[in-house]
């Protein structure tokens, strides 16, 4: 994975001496195994901020009074080893107000931990589904910033950083609040950097269901066309209150689009929004917001908008928000893939980390091969790589 790694410490490395600078600029600091297990109580279950596939994340606290959050990979195996290398690269190269960014991290013999800035707000999930959910801390405003700003740092990864980055796995959990509800865009163990001239890759799937791009979920083809889409659901969440999947009576399953799509259709935006809201919303933002979810969750990825586009749009100032898209194509994933699903009515809050025994995450999970329409019509897509 290039430099990023070719100077990690070991648990040998003395506390708080070593520092690697990145090619941002960003200084970043080698933590003790030591360190760092002083810091969360030896990683015991009260500073235990939330668990996956991965393995967990605990706050803590270092000695000069410093507040972080840490992940603790479960086990170091090749694929763990991986999606640590990618997480330390992809964020060697980026820097920007709304993604977040590496505080430091420890690589010693049999561990990898990575160390960033705790976010006292946790992340969109929590107050969305999760333990502040019924405390309405999150008005009109705060949504419309969260919704522009968790923008603005994807079109940073997919226009203003070399090669252009794909996060994959944009949802509620990977967006997390700071102390001013600033959002930042996390976790990167799953991204892919796209070489230059290169519009697209295909891949095995990884991601969250209810998220995931057509193209994507049943077919491996990757490109920045999927994290516009898995943001457009972001943005029908946000302004919905509602999951991706939800559970219906006798185990039925329906996707935020279907129910979305015949409000839409029918012009019924007041009736999409956040019951909690209390119909506290500027409707002029509101209709804006559901111009763009509406965009981006086409299912031709050729026919949704670029990040600049949205951001544009939700900031009222590209003419194409002007023309209200008022069909939605609601997808309808395949029933194996829907079967795959794991959401229920009591997801836990991850204190704003990736929590991937829910809401329907399921990693390096081959799909069952289906017919491809790239493969079988008109439109053409560039080769594979």
Same mark, same amino acid.
């Given at each position: 994975?290039?430099?990023?790694?070719?100077?990690?410490?070991?648990?040998?490395?003395?506390?708080?001496?070593?520092?690697?600078?990145?090619?941002?600029?960003?200084?970043?600091?080698?933590?003790?195994y030591?360190?760092?297990?002083?810091?969360?109580?030896?990683f015991?279950?009260?500073?235990?901020?939330?668990?996956?596939g991965?393995?967990?994340?605990?706050?803590?606290?270092?000695?000069?009074?410093l507040?972080?959050?840490?992940?603790?990979?479960?086990?170091?195996?090749?694929?763990?080893?991986?999606?640590?290398?990618?997480?330390?690269?992809?964020?060697?190269?980026v820097?920007?107000?709304?993604l977040?960014?590496?505080?430091?991290?420890?690589?010693?013999?049999?561990?990898?931990?990575?160390?960033?800035?705790?976010m006292?707000?946790?992340?969109?999930l929590?107050?969305?589904?999760?333990?502040f959910?019924?405390?309405?801390?999150?008005d009109?405003?705060?949504?419309?910033?969260?919704?522009?700003?968790?923008?603005?740092?994807l079109?940073?990864?997919?226009?203003?950083?070399t090669?252009?980055?794909?996060?994959?796995?944009?949802?509620a959990s990977?967006?997390?609040?700071?102390?001013?509800?600033?959002?930042?865009?996390a976790?990167?163990?799953?991204?892919?950097?796209?070489?230059?001239?290169?519009s697209h890759?295909?891949?095995?799937?990884k991601?969250?269901?209810?998220?995931?791009?057509?193209?994507?979920?049943?077919?491996?083809?990757?490109?920045?066309?999927?994290?516009?889409y898995?943001?457009?659901?972001?943005?029908?969440?946000?302004?919905?209150?509602?999951?991706?999947?939800?559970?219906?009576?006798?185990?039925?399953?329906?996707?935020?689009t279907?129910w979305?799509?015949p409000? !839409?259709?029918?012009?019924?935006f007041?009736?999409?929004?956040?019951?909690?809201?209390?119909?506290?919303?500027?409707?002029?933002?509101?209709?804006q917001?559901?111009?763009?979810?509406?965009?981006?969750?086409?299912?031709?990825?050729e026919?949704?908008?670029?990040m600049?586009?949205?951001?544009?749009?939700?900031?009222?100032?590209?003419?194409?928000?002007k023309?209200?898209?008022?069909? !939605?194509?609601?997808?309808?994933y395949?029933?194996?893939?829907?079967?795959?699903?794991?959401a229920?009515?009591?997801?836990?809050?991850?204190?704003?980390?990736?929590?991937?025994?829910?809401?329907?995450?399921?990693?390096a999970?081959?799909?069952?091969?289906?017919?491809?329409?790239?493969k079988?019509?008109?439109?053409?897509?560039s080769?594979h790589?």
């Amino acid at each position: 994975m290039g430099s990023a790694l070719s100077c990690c410490g070991s648990e040998k490395v003395e506390e708080g001496t070593t520092t690697i600078t990145a090619a941002n600029n960003t200084t970043w600091r080698i933590f003790s195994y030591k360190e760092l297990h002083t810091a969360t109580s030896g990683f015991s279950e009260e500073n235990k901020l939330g668990e996956g596939g991965f393995g967990s994340v605990y706050w803590g606290k270092t000695s000069d009074g410093l507040q972080i959050a840490v992940k603790k990979l479960k086990a170091m195996n090749s694929k763990a080893e991986m999606e640590f290398a990618v997480e330390v690269e992809v964020l060697g190269r980026v820097r920007h107000k709304n993604l977040l960014g590496l505080r430091g991290y420890c690589a010693g013999t049999d561990q990898r931990l990575i160390v960033y800035d705790y976010m006292p707000n946790l992340s969109l999930l929590s107050h969305l589904h999760g333990q502040f959910a019924g405390e309405t801390q999150l008005d009109w405003k705060k949504r419309m910033k969260i919704a522009i700003g968790s923008a603005e740092g994807l079109l940073y990864l997919h226009h203003e950083v070399t090669p252009h980055i794909i996060h994959r796995d944009i949802k509620a959990s990977n967006v997390l609040l700071d102390s001013n509800f600033e959002p930042l865009v996390a976790d990167f163990g799953f991204a892919k950097l796209i070489p230059e001239g290169v519009s697209h890759m295909t891949t095995r799937v990884k991601g969250t269901l209810g998220y995931l791009a057509p193209e994507y979920a049943m077919w491996g083809k990757v490109s920045e066309s999927c994290d516009v889409y898995s943001f457009g659901i972001l943005l029908l969440e946000l302004l919905t209150g509602r999951k991706p999947i939800e559970k219906l009576p006798g185990g039925l399953k329906r996707t935020v689009t279907e129910w979305a799509e015949p409000l !839409i259709t029918q012009g019924k935006f007041k009736e999409l929004v956040d019951p909690k809201l209390r119909a506290n919303f500027d409707e002029n933002q509101l209709k804006q917001a559901i111009n763009v979810a509406a965009l981006c969750v086409q299912s031709e990825p050729e026919k949704r908008p670029n990040m600049k586009e949205v951001v544009n749009i939700l900031k009222g100032y590209d003419p194409r928000g002007k023309v209200m898209q008022t069909r !939605i194509e609601s997808v309808k994933y395949k029933a194996e893939l829907i079967d795959l699903d794991q959401a229920s009515d009591d997801d836990d809050d991850n204190g704003g980390v990736p929590d991937e025994s829910g809401l329907g995450v399921f990693e390096a999970m081959e799909v069952p091969k289906m017919r491809d329409p790239y493969k079988h019509g008109d439109r053409k897509m560039s080769k594979h790589v």
